[in-house]
């Protein structure tokens, strides 16, 4: 299985460490992915041309992520600053959003875009990625999509981008069981047919065509949460699309987001900033 993520970099600044680290959910995923068994993973977004870019770039070469298809523009790299609380919830609390190159330039694709990305059997991209504007454009593949908590999204949002899915993910830690219901029921009547709730330490919900799954997380000693959501995505995916075999992938997709969490950053990788 070969997974691409399009969209979303930054690098999240741990202001009490000094640290910057590479991540964003697209990257996180198809990082994630790539350690969790997929034989190919790419990346394509738009990157800035200082530090904090440099480090992403690099740290997608470490991973063996292909982003020959990336943009490079002029300007600062996508940042958001984190703090850590005492049970190591990253918590962010503040963000560069106004002058970064993410936020002024709109990712278009072309022809060769859409040849590159045939080349893989998923695409996945989220609701900070900018591109529900290209969404039509990716159907040819299963498509993944995460939607984050519920203030990123209503319902006009899922008319919007449900009927172009295969696989939707949410972060749904304030979701009540009738709420998480009632959210399948909607999201497969506009098209989906895997749905997945992941909720901080309780289980996991995922609904495949209806059939409704839960997993536990694993136990860790956690130092940081920041990426375990995409972690777990990027678990689940190899996973499920090799085997098509639910129990088996939600197992994986936990493991990877227990392991996400006995380390600082998305992925790791953390480098002082000048």
Same mark, same amino acid.
């Given at each position: 299985?070969?997974?691409? @993520?399009?969209? &979303?970099? *930054?690098?999240?600044?741990?202001?009490?460490?000094?640290?910057?680290?590479?991540?964003?959910?697209?990257?996180?995923?198809?990082?994630?992915?790539?350690?969790?068994? %997929?034989?190919?993973?790419?990346?394509? @977004?738009?990157?800035?041309?200082?530090?904090?870019?440099?480090? *992403?770039?690099?740290?997608?070469?470490?991973?063996?992520?292909?982003?020959?298809?990336?943009?490079?523009?002029?300007?600062?790299?996508?940042?958001? *600053?984190?703090?850590?609380?005492?049970?190591? &919830?990253?918590? /962010?609390?503040?963000?560069?959003?106004?002058?970064?190159?993410?936020?002024?330039?709109?990712?278009?694709?072309?022809?060769? &875009?859409?040849?590159?990305?045939?080349?893989? &059997?998923?695409? #996945?991209?989220?609701?900070?990625?900018?591109?529900?504007?290209?969404?039509?454009?990716?159907?040819?593949?299963?498509?993944?999509?995460?939607?984050?908590?519920?203030?990123?999204?209503?319902?006009?949002?899922?008319?919007?981008?449900?009927?172009?899915?295969?696989?939707?993910?949410?972060?749904?830690?304030?979701?009540?069981?009738?709420?998480?219901?009632?959210?399948?029921?909607?999201? #497969?009547?506009? @098209?989906?047919?895997?749905? +997945?709730?992941?909720?901080?330490?309780?289980?996991?919900? /995922?609904?495949?065509? +209806?059939?409704?799954?839960?997993?536990?997380?694993?136990?860790?000693?956690?130092?940081?949460?920041?990426? %375990?959501?995409?972690?777990?995505?990027?678990?689940?995916?190899?996973?499920?699309?090799?085997?098509?075999?639910?129990?088996?992938?939600?197992?994986?997709?936990?493991?990877?987001?227990? %392991?996400?969490?006995?380390?600082?950053? @998305?992925?790791?990788?953390?480098?002082?900033?000048?």
């Amino acid at each position: 299985m070969k997974l691409i @993520g399009i969209g &979303d970099n *930054v690098v999240d600044y741990y202001k009490d460490q000094g640290l910057m680290y590479p991540g964003g959910n697209a990257l996180n995923v198809a990082v994630a992915s790539k350690r969790n068994g %997929a034989s190919a993973c790419a990346y394509l @977004g738009i990157v800035g041309d200082d530090a904090a870019a440099e480090h *992403v770039v690099n740290s997608m070469g470490e991973e063996g992520i292909d982003f020959s298809q990336i943009r490079r523009a002029y300007g600062p790299n996508g940042e958001a *600053v984190v703090a850590l609380n005492e049970q190591g &919830d990253r918590i /962010f609390v503040g963000t560069n959003r106004g002058i970064r190159v993410q936020s002024k330039l709109t990712l278009l694709l072309t022809q060769d &875009d859409l040849d590159y990305i045939n080349q893989y &059997d998923v695409v #996945h991209t989220s609701v900070n990625s900018d591109m529900e504007h290209e969404l039509h454009r990716l159907t040819s593949k299963p498509l993944s999509f995460d939607f984050s908590t519920r203030n990123r999204w209503n319902q006009a949002y899922l008319n919007r981008i449900c009927p172009y899915l295969t696989y939707a993910f949410f972060s749904g830690s304030d979701m009540s069981s009738e709420e998480i219901n009632s959210l399948f029921k909607e999201v #497969h009547r506009l @098209g989906v047919q895997v749905i +997945g709730v992941t909720r901080g330490a309780e289980p996991a919900v /995922f609904s495949d065509k +209806g059939i409704i799954y839960t997993q536990s997380h694993m136990t860790v000693n956690v130092v940081d949460t920041m990426g %375990a959501g995409d972690s777990f995505i990027g678990g689940f995916l190899p996973s499920y699309h090799e085997y098509r075999d639910m129990k088996k992938a939600l197992v994986q997709a936990s493991r990877s987001a227990a %392991a996400t969490c006995t380390h600082y950053g @998305g992925f790791g990788y953390g480098k002082k900033k000048q």
